[in-house]
């Protein structure tokens, strides 16, 4: 798809004339990412995050290729082998600190894509399609981050996979012969290394494929913008490139200047030094915590401490244990029934005084607390932070969202993106009220529709 | 657009745009940074520290015998460390003026001061197999030295090519004798 107003590519040497006609490659980068893309000209730099989360899958996939190259996946090597990427291999420390500080930073690069999609509510229609798909990528990203911590074989790796596939085991019947099935062994070893390696080397190819639907989704309405309201005219937007190719480029400078800090001056500082210590079955580190992008969600795991029982019974319904793992990927999972659940038809946080009062003062700190006592240890009084946080946290996606979207009286919107940017449009002044279609502007999507207040 | 950015985009009588300045800053800068990523990525395939820490051998030549050959691992290929017999050494001496593919005499080949110890490496200048002929009971080929069985080269007792397909002699690797009895290669 794309606007009426688009502009169309013409390749203007005999060459790229006769590729467009046996395989329009070039056209689809134009139409996709070139001037053929027209964009919302109010993005913010919240609208950075998706070209930077390509970037990062790049880099991963670049700096992972090359660590296999010198890597061995079996257990009697596979610790040794790190450390000779680490000492023999020509730049082999750089790379693997890239590829480990690069899977912290696509983490912090997705968050700040989500939360992005939170406060400009990006998941709703026409856009639900490109927050499912975002939502599986998300939970892709999680499996392939856990098994790559499992290659270097160290102290934590052993007992991070020890303890997430101890998650399978909560599963009622079938739980523990599948965390056996899953580890092939009663404990991590050779089988559930090799098997780690094959699928965190298959995964991020399957997360380049779901990207790609996620993009021809996203060009199917076209991208969302800070207002909420949807173009209507051409004057609301700007050609992908060069207007966002540069600030896209801008932001793309800012992340590699943090990111190669953290490369070459604090390469360890995001990791736990019992990595170092080669993986022992007979001893369990002190304080053992997954890495730093799990932590919100290991805290609503450890946040069941109680089994749930029918009162005065003393019989079991659910284990504390289970509750603790339907939370943890309820929590997730949840997310692919958001755009049911905000059922409001404005958009962008900006105009919904009510929705954002919870935003800021209720899920940020929410989430907030349960990053800090999924990195705490389990003791008081992280403990009854972390519960309170969870039930928080469901609260506010399956009542308070509903409700807000139901009772709040959101502030007028602008008439048209062009409104919102320079104060005044000279397009349709007439049909401002009831219609928010903007009258006969025949190119606006389906979906366009904004309220009128 | 608004006539400000008129000095920027407005193209002058020979050609340049003042814009044309930020394309080639930007571009270069994007250019020489990618070249230094680049450089790691293609320098990781060289061969590693642990690899090149390994590229040197010793070798005790005391216990050989004339007219045996031992075979030891020279960066982890075939080393070929073989004492010549009087006869073998006027022999080669002799071939030293015969029409050869890679003419090369006999002392060239050797050490001065231990004519009877000739070092070459076990792969042959063909397509690399190990050449017969440094074992007992071996095909030494129809000149007495080494015989590569996969394409039929005839290497003399100097390590010489003298009929097949390869074009070069066994290679002589860089050594040194360390003590009368010890070379080390490399």
Redesign the interface.
């Known amino acids: 798809m794309s606007f009426a107003w688009a502009k169309q590519y013409e390749p203007q040497s005999a060459f790229t004339k006769w590729i467009d006609e046996k395989l329009p490659l070039p056209r689809l980068v134009y139409n996709a990412v070139g001037a053929g893309y027209p964009v919302p000209r109010n993005l913010n730099y919240m609208w950075n995050f998706g070209v930077l989360a390509g970037f990062c899958l790049m880099l991963q996939i670049v700096t992972g290729v090359v660590l296999a190259m010198h890597y061995a996946a079996n257990g009697l090597v596979a610790f040794a082998t790190v450390e000779h990427i680490m000492r023999d291999v020509n730049y082999g420390w750089m790379l693997r600190y890239a590829h480990a500080n690069g899977a912290s930073f696509f983490f912090i690069v997705i968050y700040l894509h989500i939360f992005r999609g939170f406060f400009y509510s990006s998941y709703k229609a026409p856009r639900e399609m490109i927050w499912l798909l975002g939502v599986v990528i998300f939970l892709l990203m999680m499996a392939t981050a856990f098994m790559g911590y499992v290659l270097p074989w160290g102290q934590m790796s052993f007992w991070g996979a020890q303890v997430i596939t101890g998650l399978f085991s909560a599963i009622p019947l079938v739980g523990e012969p599948l965390q056996i099935w899953l580890l092939g062994g009663f404990a991590p070893d050779n089988a559930a290394l090799n098997r780690f390696f094959s699928l965190h080397f298959l995964l991020p190819f399957v997360i380049a494929g779901v990207v790609i639907l996620h993009i021809w989704a996203l060009h199917i309405p076209g991208s969302s913008n800070p207002t909420g309201v949807e173009v209507k005219q051409e004057s609301d937007t700007v050609p992908f490139h060069p207007y966002y190719t540069a600030k896209d480029g801008f932001g793309l400078g800012v992340f590699l200047i943090l990111f190669t800090a953290m490369v070459f001056f604090l390469p360890n500082a995001l990791g736990h030094p019992d990595n170092y210590i080669e993986a022992n079955p007979l001893s369990t580190p002190a304080h053992i915590v997954p890495e730093w992008y799990f932590w919100p969600f290991y805290a609503i795991l450890r946040a069941f401490t109680g089994d749930l029982t029918i009162p005065f019974t003393g019989i079991v319904l659910v284990q504390a244990k289970l509750l603790g793992v339907i939370a943890m990927f309820g929590s997730i999972l949840l997310w692919f029934v958001l755009p049911w659940l905000d059922k409001s038809p404005v958009r962008s946080g900006h105009y919904r005084p009510l929705f954002r009062k919870f935003f800021w003062f209720g899920l940020i700190p929410t989430m907030a607390v349960l990053f800090y006592c999924g990195g705490a240890p389990a003791e008081e009084p992280f403990v009854v932070l972390s519960q309170l946080a969870t039930a928080y946290y469901f609260l506010h996606f399956l009542v308070i969202l509903p409700i807000i979207s139901q009772i709040e009286v959101p502030k007028p919107l602008p008439f048209s993106i062009t409104e919102a940017v320079l104060g005044k449009d000279k397009a349709p002044e007439a049909p401002r009220a009831g219609s928010v279609d903007g009258g006969d502007l025949g190119a606006a999507p389906e979906g366009s529709l904004q309220p009128a207040e | 657009m608004a006539t400000d950015t008129a000095a920027t985009t407005e193209v002058s009588e020979d050609g340049v745009r003042r814009r044309d300045w930020i394309h080639i800053a ?1 571009l270069g800068t994007a250019g020489v940074g990618g070249a230094s990523v680049l450089f ?2 293609i ?4 061969p ?4 090149l820490a390994a590229s040197t051998t010793e070798v005790d030549v005391s216990a050989i015998q004339p007219g045996q050959s031992i075979k030891a691992t020279f960066r982890k290929q075939p080393l070929f460390v073989k004492r010549l017999t009087a006869d073998e050494i006027a022999k080669a001496k002799a071939d030293d003026a015969s029409d050869m593919r890679d003419p090369a005499k006999l002392a060239d080949r050797t050490k001065a001061g231990h004519e009877d110890v000739l070092v070459t490496m076990g792969v042959c200048t063909h397509l690399g197999c190990v050449p017969l002929g440094a074992a007992e009971g071996e095909n030494k080929g129809e000149f007495g030295g080494y015989f590569c069985p996969c394409h039929g080269s005839h290497y003399d007792v100097a390590g010489r090519i003298r009929k097949g397909p390869a074009p070069k002699n066994l290679v002589v690797p860089e050594y040194e004798f360390t003590s009368d009895t010890v070379i080390r290669v490399g």
């Open positions: 930007a790691p990525l320098s990781q395939m060289a590693s520290a642990d690899v």
